[in-house]
């Protein structure tokens, strides 16, 4: 089994940047979809981004495309995601979320995620 633990989530002014960091816990590489979700108070969680640790493909939500970037680093078993241009409605607690291959489903479902992090929050305030 995996688990994750996300880091790097913190306070910023709109316009800032953060960069989130999510470490699987896992001995040798596995294929899996790493997405990003958010959830903030009283909101539904919703798909930010992923990235398919075997082809690499990268997906994202409208609302956050040519502001964030998601990577990896698969020798270290880390995701990334790169928050640049952060506005305030981006104020969320993120999780870093696995789905193991064979990938059912839209990576926005967020019931195809097997595995979860704890959640790192980030804040942005105008």
């Known amino acids: 089994q995996v688990q994750l633990a996300e880091s790097g989530g913190g306070s910023v002014q709109a316009g800032g940047s953060l960069r989130l960091s999510c470490v699987r816990s896992e001995y040798t590489y596995r294929r899996y979809r790493m997405g990003w979700f958010r959830q903030a108070p009283g909101k539904k969680r919703e798909g930010v981004a992923a990235?398919?640790?075997?082809?690499?493909?990268?997906y994202y939500a409208d609302s956050v495309k040519g502001r964030f970037t998601v990577s990896q680093d698969n020798a270290k078993n880390t995701l990334f995601l790169q928050m640049n241009s952060l506005k305030p409605e981006d104020t969320a607690m993120y999780y870093c979320?696995?789905?193991?291959?064979?990938?059912?489903?839209?990576?926005?479902?967020?019931?195809?995620?097997?595995?979860w992090g704890q959640g790192t929050q980030v804040t942005v305030s105008s």
């Open positions: 979320a696995a789905e193991p291959w064979p990938y059912g489903g839209s990576w926005r479902e967020a019931a195809e995620y097997t595995r």
């Open positions: 990235i398919d640790t075997d082809g690499g493909s990268t």
